[in-house]
């Protein structure tokens, strides 16, 4: 028989651990987001003032990749979210408070998606492919074999984010 103040004391580590957990990945992302914006920033200047188009295809590589680390670490925040909140939230909203919580409001993916569309989503996609749009024609007004290749590659990995993109929508 398991004691309940141990019980109590595990879930209570469990759940501080998995909070913290999501304070530091919200922490990462955010940092992953202005890493994204000013390396690609600046490495779509540097292609630019150089008028070389290799480079230029640079920052879309930087921003996909970095786009889709950022879109991974969303999943895992609402991975973990959604644990604490069927595991906690809700056995806790109806028995103990009898009231509900903010994390059960919130639940709805589809509310949420409504809600964060224009102030996060749209923000946080056009960081990830802004930088295709303006290098691409860029760097195809004088291609060379180099700008092909980074191109495929360019092409592939926003193909990789779109794709997660539409993969992890409802976890974040």
Known sequence: MVDP??????????????????????????????CSVT???AVLGFGVERR??????????????????ILFHGAQIGQASEYLRRTFDVPLSGGARGVEGWHIATADPRN???????PYYFPLILIAIAPVFV???????NPDWVVWVILAVDG????????????YRHRR
Do not use: C, W
Not at 53 to 69: A, D, H, M, Q, T
């Open 5 to 34: 103040k141990f019980a109590a004391e595990i879930a209570l580590a469990e759940y501080k651990a998995l909070r913290d957990e999501i304070l530091k990945k919200m922490d990462h992302r955010t940092s992953l987001m202005v």
């Open 39 to 41: 390396v690609s920033s």
């Open 52 to 69: 070389n188009g290799p480079l230029l295809l640079v920052s879309p590589l930087i921003s996909v990749l970095l786009g889709i680390v």
């Open 112 to 118: 949420r998606l409504r809600q964060r569309m224009l």
């Open 135 to 141: 290098a691409v024609p860029l760097a195809l007004a």
């Open 156 to 167: 592939g990995l926003l193909a990789i984010y779109l794709a997660l993109l539409v993969k």
